[in-house]
């Protein structure tokens, strides 16, 4: 039998801090006095009040399953560091125990990256760091930071890095972007009937609306609001509130539709009702989850839904 590995884990290379190990051990085993560098290990031992401290601990039975943020005690303890020594004011509910750096990394990518997506990863970076990216679907995008830097990525090459971005997306921007089907039709009918329409996205604001006007012509849509700068974006109801302002619109007759359970929370946060599109980016168990107040199987769902309501 033929066990296949999936596209995900084929994206992964050898690690080279693991090869680099391996060879440090077999130099090492060959009686080759070798300084080993390869991976973050003291070559001193555990300090015996901590080992003491693991004594007593499974001595006294806190051997099973901690909650999964952490021990709470520990938590607190963090917290306090936090405060003491970097004055940095968090509270217990913002601190989470894992087993590593590395852990934390994977994590946020796995539960933030979307195939495509392109993540910054300043040079010098530890070898596991970009394939953490490409194993949850997304692109590093690797910046040298030089010696005379300390090894840091400067807010300019952030920028310039960003910029670059920007200029390359705005030259692809509808090469896989497209209404899906039915919307044209929704948007019209929406129109003649009086309904105030507007689009509000994370994209950056500039392209956002050349999107809307390649595919949809200008005037289709009251408003059309992207990201912009010092505006917080989804959830953040901010810029809602902003766009909701300039439209003379009000909480009582206005209706928040999206595909993502980001929606549903956006328009939650702002006090609206938001309305789940099951067409979309994510599928009616995480809009019903995030607290969808209706749910669209199709776009005319949306206009029986504000003609009623």
């Known amino acids: ?25 077999d130099l090492k085993k060959a009686g080759v006095d070798i300084l080993d560098l390869t991976t973050g290990e003291p070559d001193f031992d555990t300090p015996a009040h901590i080992k003491q ?35 940095l004011p968090f509270a217990v509910a913002d601190i989470m125990i894992a087993n590593g750096a590395k852990q934390v990394i994977f994590n946020a990518f ?26 949850n679907g997304g692109t590093p995008v690797l910046v040298e930071c030089h010696l005379e830097q300390g090894y840091k990525l400067t807010p300019e090459q952030l920028a310039a890095t960003l910029a670059e971005f920007t200029a390359r997306y705005d030259a692809h921007k509808e090469d896989k972007t497209a209404p899906y089907p039915g919307i044209p ?55 809602v509130y902003a766009l909701m302002a300039d439209l003379g619109a009000k909480p009582e007759t206005t209706l928040f539709v999206g595909d993502s359970d980001v929606d549903i ?12 599109a099951l067409w979309g980016f994510r599928g009616e168990a995480e809009l019903t989850a995030a607290g969808a107040d209706a749910l669209a ?9 504000a003609k009623k309501h």
């Open 1 to 25: 039998m033929t066990i296949s590995l999936s596209d995900r884990v084929q994206r992964v290379s050898l690690s080279a801090n693991a090869a680099a190990k391996q060879r440090t051990n």
């Open 53 to 87: 401290a693991a004594y007593e601990a499974i001595a006294g039975g806190e051997t099973k399953y901690t909650p999964t943020p952490g021990i709470p005690a520990l938590r607190e303890a963090v917290r306090q560091k936090l405060q003491r020594e970097n004055r």
């Open 110 to 135: 796995a539960a933030t990256l979307n195939d495509g997506d392109e993540v910054i990863v300043p040079v010098p970076y530890w070898p596991t760091f970009p394939d953490s990216v490409r194993f």
């Open 185 to 239: 039709e929704l948007v019209d009918a929406l129109n003649a009937a009086g309904i105030q329409t507007a689009v509000f996205s994370n994209k950056a604001d500039p392209l956002c609306g050349k999107i809307i006007e390649h595919y949809f012509g200008a005037g289709k849509f009251a408003l059309v609001r992207g990201s912009r700068p010092n505006v917080p974006t989804k959830p953040d109801p901010t810029g």
């Open 265 to 276: 929370l956006t328009g939650h946060n702002a006090g609206l009702p938001a309305m789940g």
């Open 297 to 305: 199987a199709t776009p005319m769902d949306i206009f029986t839904y």
